[in-house]
């Protein structure tokens, strides 16, 4: 069974700092961009970073340049999105999912994590 999973989200003050975890299985990442995007309340879907397939390339939002970081570890399987100096607008379910390349579709999905920022 090909599985994306999301982990790492959670409770943090503004200012404060997670790294969220998304882990295949059944398939391996090597071949994929990854690409996170989250979803607040009442919004839309954003995209908010992607990494490719060699890691060599990544595009992060305007809203989380400087802040967060996407890198990844072929040999766990796994991509890691950390963020710094958390706002409370980013309170949102995070998502990652895989791609050909960061200008393609998604493929798979991840059942996403919930971060929220609230002192």
């Known amino acids: 069974q090909l599985q994306l999973v999301e982990s790492g989200g959670g409770l943090v003050q503004p200012v404060g700092s997670l790294r969220l975890s998304c882990a295949a299985s059944?398939?391996?990442?090597?071949?994929?961009?990854i690409g996170w995007s989250r979803q607040a309340p009442g919004k839309e879907r954003e995209g908010v970073s992607c990494?490719?397939?060699?890691?060599?390339?990544?595009n992060y939002a305007d809203s989380v340049k400087g802040r967060f970081t996407i890198s990844r570890d072929n040999a766990k399987n796994t991509v890691y999105l950390q963020m710094n100096s958390l706002k409370p607008e980013d309170t949102a379910v995070y998502y990652c999912a895989s791609k050909r390349t960061c200008l393609s579709p998604s493929d798979y999905w991840g059942q996403g994590t919930q971060v929220t920022v609230s002192s």
């Open positions: 990494i490719s397939s060699s890691g060599g390339s990544t």
């Open positions: 059944g398939f391996t990442l090597d071949y994929y961009a």
